[in-house]
């Protein structure tokens, strides 16, 4: 039997067992989300040993090189040693500069890190808001623009992370993790071809900000923007309004489920050259994407960023 150990813990596990499931077997606090390999959440250092790893590219080489792993994605094989990952010596240190409520569930909040670093609109950051809790986050804000990094949260009153994400304060202390994403981008060579953006519940977070950025760089052709949400919670559709009004090839629209279906039928390809970039709840971008085949959208150029639903 596979011996395990985390810091001064010496565990037994069976051979094949998922490292995750391991730890919390042991009531040992690990953060976790979407158990897929994707969040990040659950990142560990190896420190000694070998796990078996169904997703080795899910990290990058140098995070990889380093020894971290992700305990959703790894088995325990053999004896290893692990540490976890520690925000307060393995994160970037952040503080809350403002935070707000965009609507009855949306928090908006605006981070300002301790040191600034690189980033492309669209891309996800982990949020920790202690050592043990922690969710991944798009960014809706702009590099060169923004002197904040700005995080639209669907805020729900019971969860983990999310009652403690009501709780934030301008001051208050919380620290980034990996930086990660690139599917929701935009591409200077895009200026000349119409720019669907399809976006579900905070999936318009990132979207916004690639919006954002598209009209920073002057884009010529039409854009589309289509956010689907609850009555009342079409946060940004004031914001969104005034864009479109300085901006005559911006054409925006805000549904609810029941008139979804007339929007995306609504939805006419006049150049092959569409590029569409769909975020939200993996049923609804399966919903959009389905339309856009329809619709004659190439694969190739449908990108598409999932919210996996999470542990709270």
Same mark, same amino acid.
């Given at each position: 039997?596979?011996? /395990?150990?985390?810091?001064?813990?010496?565990?037994?596990?069976?051979?094949?067992?998922?490292?995750?499931d391991?730890?919390?077997?042991?009531?040992?606090?690990?953060?976790?989300? @979407?158990?897929?390999?994707?969040?990040?959440?659950?990142?560990?250092?190896?420190?000694?040993?070998?796990?078996?790893?169904?997703?080795?590219?899910?990290?990058?080489?140098?995070?990889?090189?380093?020894?971290?792993?992700?305990?959703?994605?790894?088995?325990?094989?053999?004896?290893?040693?692990?540490?976890?990952?520690?925000?307060?010596?393995? *994160?970037?240190?952040?503080?809350?500069?403002?935070?707000?409520?965009?609507?009855?569930?949306?928090?908006? /909040?605006?981070?300002?890190?301790?040191r600034?670093?690189?980033y492309?609109?669209?891309?996800?950051?982990?949020?920790?808001?202690?050592?043990?809790?922690?969710?991944?986050?798009?960014?809706?804000?702009?590099?060169?623009?923004?002197?904040? /990094?700005?995080?639209?949260?669907? @805020?729900?009153?019971?969860?983990?992370?999310?009652?403690?994400?009501?709780?934030?304060?301008?001051?208050?202390?919380v620290?980034?993790?990996?930086?990660?994403?690139?599917?929701?981008?935009?591409?200077?060579?895009?200026?000349?071809?119409?720019?669907?953006?399809?976006?579900?519940?905070?999936g318009?977070?990132?979207?916004?900000?690639?919006?954002?950025?598209? /009209?920073?760089?002057?884009?010529? *052709?039409?854009?589309?923007?289509?956010?689907? *949400?609850? *009555?009342?919670?079409?946060?940004?559709?004031?914001?969104?309004?005034?864009?479109?009004?300085?901006?005559?090839?911006?054409h925006?629209?805000?549904?609810?489920?029941?008139?979804?279906?007339?929007?995306?039928?609504?939805?006419?390809l006049?150049?092959?050259?569409?590029?569409?970039?769909?975020?939200?709840?993996?049923?609804?971008?399966?919903?959009?994407?389905?339309?856009?085949?329809?619709?004659?959208?190439?694969?190739?150029?449908?990108?598409?960023?999932?919210?996996?639903?999470?542990?709270?």
């Amino acid at each position: 039997m596979p011996d /395990l150990r985390v810091g001064d813990q010496l565990l037994t596990v069976a051979p094949a067992t998922n490292l995750l499931d391991a730890l919390l077997s042991a009531d040992i606090r690990v953060p976790y989300s @979407c158990r897929a390999g994707s969040c990040h959440t659950c990142m560990v250092h190896c420190v000694s040993g070998e796990l078996a790893d169904a997703k080795p590219d899910a990290l990058d080489a140098q995070r990889r090189q380093q020894g971290w792993r992700l305990a959703c994605q790894c088995q325990v094989q053999g004896d290893v040693q692990i540490e976890l990952f520690n925000p307060l010596n393995d *994160a970037r240190p952040a503080t809350v500069h403002s935070c707000d409520w965009l609507s009855s569930r949306v928090l908006r /909040l605006r981070l300002t890190p301790a040191r600034p670093f690189s980033y492309e609109p669209g891309q996800h950051l982990l949020l920790w808001i202690n050592q043990q809790i922690a969710r991944p986050y798009s960014l809706a804000s702009l590099p060169d623009e923004d002197p904040w /990094l700005e995080f639209h949260i669907d @805020c729900p009153e019971q969860g983990a992370f999310t009652s403690l994400a009501r709780q934030l304060q301008p001051g208050d202390s919380v620290a980034l993790g990996e930086l990660r994403g690139g599917a929701l981008h935009y591409d200077p060579d895009w200026q000349a071809k119409p720019l669907w953006l399809l976006a579900s519940g905070t999936g318009l977070a990132p979207l916004s900000g690639v919006l954002r950025e598209a /009209l920073r760089q002057n884009h010529q *052709a039409e854009i589309r923007l289509l956010h689907l *949400a609850s *009555a009342g919670q079409h946060y940004l559709a004031e914001s969104l309004k005034t864009l479109a009004n300085a901006h005559p090839q911006l054409h925006v629209s805000c549904v609810t489920a029941a008139e979804l279906p007339a929007a995306l039928a609504g939805l006419r390809l006049v150049s092959r050259q569409t590029q569409a970039l769909l975020c939200g709840h993996p049923e609804q971008v399966e919903s959009f994407a389905r339309r856009l085949y329809l619709a004659g959208v190439p694969r190739n150029q449908v990108f598409t960023d999932l919210f996996v639903p999470h542990a709270r």
